[in-house]
Every structure is written in C-alpha cells, then in structure tokens.
C-alpha cells in the first residue's frame, strides 16, 4: 500500500515525534493513504512537501483499526488529546478534521454531550490517517520518493 506524509521537507527516514499539540492517535509519524489529504497537510507550510512511502504490514505488530467514527474511535482520542499513552505499534482510523477536532474539546471541555457530539460529527470529506507508534511500527515503511506541491 501507498502512504503519504504532508509535511514541510522530504522524510526519507522517519521517527516518531511528540509534537507541541496531542494529536489523534498520540505521538507518531502520520501518513495516510489519501493523496489529497498529505497535500492539504502539506500546504500549510512555505515549502510544502509530499514524501511517498511503502507501507508493508506487520502481520505481528499491534494494530488498532477503527473502521468508522464509533465511541471506542472518540474515546481512544479523547484519551490520546489527554497524554494518556496507548501500547499499540500502528493505529489507523478516521481523522478528527478541524470542525470534527472543535467539537472534541467542547467535548472534553462538557460544554457539549456526546450525544451532541455525534449529531454534529459530520465529515466534509473522508479523512484518514495511519500513526506509526513505535520504532518497531516504522519499519513497516519504505521510503519512495518525495513530491513538491
């Protein structure tokens, strides 16, 4: 399988980082399988950079998929937006868009339900992102090539 990473500068080896915002899945190098998403990424930087990898499964490693938006998906970024830590090597689902991503915290802040939540989590556009967690998880990539939007 095919995955991007949008970003400002070609990644040929990538490494996990902790970034100053939490982010979905916790800390990792995010890629995603969508091309257009990577460039969306991509251009809110100067120089903006799509690096093209090889993702190849590892059929031991610990993968969390969450197919759709459901309540273990909210609940696990609930926890992640939090610094709670997870154990797993790969985790891939859904990404929390910039509404999406507004409506967490007012989530989390109780200012609405999750009720509320779920009646106003509308996509857009289907997103998707894969966070490779764990050293083990990055060497399921192999770099391609990059790409300059």
């Known amino acids: 399988?095919?995955?991007?990473?949008?970003?400002?500068?070609?990644?040929?080896?990538?490494?996990?980082?902790?970034?100053k915002y939490t982010k979905d899945f916790g800390a990792g190098f995010y890629c995603t399988e969508i091309k257009s998403q990577a460039k969306r990424w991509s251009l809110k930087y100067e120089t903006p950079v799509i690096t093209v990898f090889e993702y190849m499964p590892d059929e031991s490693a610990d993968i969390l998929l969450f197919e759709t938006m459901s309540e273990e998906w909210l609940d696990f970024v609930v926890a992640c937006r939090a610094n709670i830590s997870h154990n797993h090597d790969i985790v891939i689902g859904a990404m929390a868009d910039d509404q999406v991503y507004n409506f967490i915290?007012?989530?989390?802040?109780?200012?609405?339900?999750?009720?509320?939540?779920?009646?106003?989590?509308?996509?857009?556009?289907?997103?998707?992102?894969?966070?490779?967690?764990?050293?083990?998880?990055?060497?399921?990539?192999?770099?391609?090539?990059?790409?300059?939007n």
């Open 1 to 19: 399988m095919t995955v991007y990473h949008g970003g400002y500068c070609e990644i040929s080896k990538p490494e996990i980082r902790v970034g």
């Open 105 to 148: 915290n007012d989530f989390i802040d109780g200012t609405i339900s999750r009720e509320a939540f779920w009646a106003l989590a509308k996509f857009k556009h289907p997103t998707h992102q894969i966070a490779f967690c764990t050293p083990r998880a990055l060497k399921c990539l192999k770099f391609l090539e990059s790409e300059g």
